[in-house]
C-alpha cells in the first residue's frame, strides 16, 4: 500500500478573513543561512511537495539568502502551483550594512519600495500577508502602517503583519490598519510571549505565527546527536556552542525519551505541542529534506491532553536550557524592547 497522505486543515489566521493550512513552511534554509544553500530546482520541489501533502502557506522575506534568492526560489515555485490556493508570506525592513551588519528601515518610502520588489520576485500581484521583519524603533510605528495600509488599499498587500513587535507597538499599529498576525518566536525553550503576546493577540482578534518552533533544529537533534559543530548562523548561536551545547544536550535526551513514550518523533511532539496550544498558532518549520517535510506535517495529527501538555512543558524546563534565545546580531531586535517614538500631535 502507498503512504497515507495526511489532511492538513485550514485555519483562520487573525479575525480579518485570512485563511491558512494549520502547519505552514518557513523557507529561509532553502537559501542557507543553518546549512548550505539549495540549488533552485531543489528548493522549488520542496516547496511542490509540500503543497501537495497540504501545505499552503509559505514564508519568506527579501533577505533570505544572497541577492533575494529566496523570493526568487519561491516565485519560481508558484509558476506550476495554483497562486489562488497559496498564500505567501513575505517581510521587508532588516537592511545588510557594511562589516556584516544589520539595520532597519521601516520607513513609508523603503516599505513601498521593498513591496514593488517583491512582487516582482515572486512573481505575483498582491502579496498575501506582509510583515515589517523587524521594528524600526527610529520613528512611530504609525508612520509604518501608514504606508502599509495604503498597500492594502491599492490591492498589492492582502493583509499586514508585524514580526517581534513589543505590547505598545502591537496597540498602536492595530489602532492605525487590523493586524491579522505576528510572527514570534515560540518553541519549547523559548516561551516567553507566553505570559503577555499571545493573550494580547487573542483579545484583538490576531493570530500568531511562530517561527524556529523546533527551537533552530534543537528539537529535530540538530547539532545534538551529531559529533560535528554547528554550522551558519548556529555556529554562534549560545544555545548550540561550546558547555552551554554540552549541558543542552541533556534537555534534549528526556525529550526524546518523552517522544518515545507518545510514539512520535522528537520533532512531531515539539510541533503537537504548539499546535495544541491554540487554533491561533501556526508554526512554520522549514526544512530542506523531504522526509522530514513528511514528518513535520504528521504533528498536525496528534492530539494532546491538558495533562500530556503540562508533562512536556515540564520536561522541557526552561531553567535548564543553557545560553540566551539570540544571537548577538539579532539581540538588539528582541522584542521587548521594540518600542517606537510616539506619533507628533498635528498641529
Not at 503512504?3 to 523557507?27: A, Y
Request: proline residues 5%; glycine residues 8%.
Amino acid at each position: 500500500m502507498g503512504e497515507q497522505l495526511i489532511h492538513v486543515p485550514k485555519v483562520k489566521l487573525g479575525s480579518q478573513g485570512m485563511e491558512v493550512s494549520r502547519i505552514g513552511f518557513g523557507c529561509i534554509g532553502l537559501s542557507g543561512t543553518y546549512n548550505a544553500p539549495l540549488l533552485h530546482e531543489d528548493g522549488c520541489s520542496m516547496i511542490v511537495e509540500a503543497f501537495h501533502r497540504g501545505v499552503t502557506f509559505f514564508d519568506t522575506s527579501d533577505i533570505y539568502g544572497q541577492d533575494h534568492d529566496n523570493e526568487i526560489m519561491i516565485g519560481k515555485a508558484l509558476k506550476v502551483l495554483p497562486r489562488e490556493r497559496i498564500q505567501v508570506a513575505t517581510k521587508f525592513g532588516l537592511v545588510r550594512l557594511k562589516g556584516n551588519r544589520v539595520g532597519v528601515d521601516g520607513s513609508p518610502q523603503y516599505a513601498r519600495k521593498c513591496c514593488e520588489a517583491s512582487l516582482k520576485r515572486l512573481g505575483v500581484d498582491y502579496i498575501d500577508l506582509f510583515y515589517p521583519h523587524k521594528v524600526d524603533t527610529s520613528l512611530p510605528i504609525e508612520d509604518t502602517m501608514g504606508e502599509l495600509k495604503k498597500l492594502v488599499e491599492e490591492g498589492k498587500v492582502r493583509y499586514v503583519g508585524l514580526s517581534d513587535p513589543s505590547i505598545d507597538t502591537i496597540k498602536r499599529a492595530h489602532a492605525i490598519h487590523p493586524i491579522t498576525a505576528v510572527q514570534m518566536e515560540y518553541s519549547l525553550w523559548t516561551r516567553d510571549i507566553a505570559e503577555e503576546v499571545i493573550p494580547l493577540c487573542r483579545s484583538l482578534g490576531i493570530g500568531i505565527v511562530t517561527y524556529s518552533p523546533l527551537g533552530i533544529g534543537f528539537f529535530a537533534s540538530k547539532a545534538v546527536t551529531e559529533n560535528t559543530s554547528p554550522k551558519g548562523m548556529l555556529a554562534m548561536h549560545p544555545r548550540f556552542v561550546g558547555q552551554n551545547m554540552e549541558k543542552n544536550k541533556a534537555v534534549y535526551r528526556k525529550f526524546a525519551e518523552l517522544a518515545s513514550k507518545y510514539d512520535c518523533s522528537p520533532p512531531q511532539l515539539a510541533l503537537a505541542w504548539l499546535l495544541n496550544q491554540g487554533d491561533d498558532i501556526v508554526p512554520i518549520p522549514g526544512t530542506t529534506k523531504a522526509k522530514n517535510l513528511r514528518d513535520n506535517i504528521r504533528s498536525v495529527d496528534i492530539e494532546l491532553s491538558p495533562n500530556n501538555l503540562r508533562e512536556i512543558s515540564e520536561a522541557v524546563d526552561i531553567d535548564e536550557v543553557y545560553g540566551e534565545k539570540d544571537i548577538d546580531i539579532m539581540a538588539r531586535f528582541y522584542w521587548k524592547y521594540a518600542d517606537t517614538p510616539a506619533k507628533p500631535l498635528s498641529i
